[in-house]
Structures are given as structure tokens and as C-alpha cells.
């Protein structure tokens, strides 16, 4: 399981603040969170748009439109693991997470915004940022000579059409601004950004090396260049 995976079901666990929590996860994709938790005895709970039928966990409901389906303050905590760089308009979102928690509940999200360097789904630097034939020719070179993801079995052409194709029809990066507001609409409480302890997790045991005050500075802007934002809000309505 991925460290990310890992991450947030622990920090949903912790931050319930109760035995049993009744947990859902936003973009739950094939459902390993969801496995997870009810494997360990939680209530988890899955919803998102795409997951094939044969990949969705047990207690997978798949999305309306934008709506969630279940009954309003039904969870204790919602996370959402690299999900809202995938939403072109989160606002329609974010209220239907903060209808299904119930006061006092948290949302802990994970995802970039516009000002993370990395593009984690090309696996380059910066090019989100540029225009598109710039990023395309780019793309070619950074294929030519060894780099990006999912490169297997294409040719540099084929490798930045469909990189391309994806950043302009499935990526939408926002603005931390706006994105903060929207947050604050939503939930009625501002998100408390906890990129340092997010990276304090990541780096295991090695986080004592760098645990003081020094340092958390550095670590919160790491994250947030290269893997992205992570927002612990409460729902405060």
C-alpha cells in the first residue's frame, strides 16, 4: 500500500476522535483505503465517478452527479487523497463533503494546486505551467531522454499527445486563493495546512533528523512544490 494510502487512514483514525469511526473516502478509485479500514474493524466508506464496477469496494456508492449518497452528517472524518486537482469546479464538491460530516467533523484533503512545481501525472517539472507547444516539445525531449511516467511502449509523439490530452481535459489546477475561500465557504472554517506533518510521516524515521522548528518551514514548502497541498479543515456549520 502506498505511503499516501497509509497516511490518510491513519490520520482519519486519529483525528474521529472516537472507537468507531464512520469514515468516507472522496475518490476512493479501486478502494484500497476502504479495504483497509474495514479490514482493521472501521466503518469506511467509499464514493467517486470512474473505479470500474469490478475494482469498487463493498461499500462503494458511486457519485450523482456531484452529489454524495447518504443522509447529511452521516461521517466523522472525509478524505480525499489527489482527487480535487481532477475537479474543474470544486464548490458544488465541497458542499456536498461538508453536507455528509457532521459538526465537528474534519475533511483532510491531499491534492496540488497551481503553484506545486512537479505535475504528478506526467512525472516533469513545470510543464502545467507552459503553453501547450512548449510543454508538448518538452514533453518529446524529457521522453527522449528517459524521463516522465508512463512512457512504456509509446514513442515520444504518442507519449506527449496523450500527456497532453490529459493535463487539457482531466487536470485542473487552481489558484491556493481560491481555493482557500472555497474551503472557508463550504465548512465555514479555514483549512489548517499540515504539509509538515504529512512530510514528518513520509520520511519515517528519519523525521528526527529534522524535527524542530528550523526546519518545518522547508519541509511545509517541499511539500507543497512537489507533492502538493494537505488541508485539515472542520466542519464548523
Known sequence: MSANYEYVFRRAVDLAGKPSPRVLDYGCGRGEVVSLGRSRGYEFFGVDRDAPANERPQFFRPLDGARIQFEDGFFDVVISNQVFEHVEKPQDALREIARVLRPGGVFLALFPDRSAWFEGHV??????????????????TCHK????????GKSAGEWADFMSHQLATD???H???DLRMWWEEAFG???LPIERDYMMFRLGPASRFVNGAIFSPLLSFVCRKRAGLVW???QAR
Open 171 to 173: 487536470v485542473f489546477y
Open 232 to 234: 485539515q479543515t472542520v
Open 123 to 140: 512525472g516533469l517539472y513545470f510543464v502545467h505551467w507552459m503553453a501547450p507547444r512548449a510543454a508538448r516539445l518538452y514533453m518529446e
Open 145 to 152: 531522454l528517459g524521463f516522465g511516467y508512463f512512457r512504456e
Open 189 to 191: 472554517s479555514p483549512p
Open 175 to 177: 489558484s491556493t486563493s
